[in-house]
């Protein structure tokens, strides 16, 4: 298969292209949403809009690494990876670890003001387990990142 193919494309295998990518896209937070429409009302649909839209953009992602072509045997797939796939390619980049520092510290503040939150009952009863998780979440990404840094 030649590599001008890739780049050289057909208005129609375009076309085509993003027209699979939208439905891959659409029909699943469509289908999610009016069947739970059908069991929780207008809550439900709003939940299956949601679930159905991150199945979908899964989906799309996945069909995105996939090009329609034109062959002897009509238009066919072939995969299209526009990045390097070689590792050391792929991880060399200017990077400033000062920035590590400054994310401990928001983290930890985050964290630790939440659980104080919490625990001084400025935080509405129907959150506390929200702000709990993010505190959790906070306070434990602080410490991994703490650990890779003295690594």
């Keep these: ?19 699979e990518t939208l439905a891959l896209l659409l029909l699943p937070a469509v289908v999610a949403g009016l069947g739970l429409a059908l069991v929780g009302g207008t809550t439900g649909f709003l939940t299956g809009l949601f679930v159905g839209g991150l199945l979908g953009a899964v989906l799309a992602r996945g069909r995105w690494t996939l090009r329609a072509v034109r062959t002897e045997n009509g238009i066919e ?3 299209y990876l526009p990045y390097s796939l070689d590792p ?21 503040a985050v964290g630790a003001g939440s659980f104080v939150a919490v625990a001084s009952g400025v935080v509405p009863e129907e959150w506390s387990l929200w702000v709990v998780v993010v505190g959790t979440l906070s306070s434990t990404a602080a410490l991994m990142t703490i650990g890779l840094l003295h690594e």
Excluded: I, K, N, S
Aim: cysteine-free.
């Design 1 to 19: 298969m030649a590599l001008h193919q890739f780049f050289d494309r057909e208005p129609r295998l375009v076309a085509l292209d993003v027209g």
């Design 77 to 79: 797939r072939a995969t």
């Design 88 to 108: 050391e390619e792929r991880t060399e980049f200017e990077y400033d670890e000062t920035y590590d520092r400054l994310f401990v510290v928001v983290l930890a």
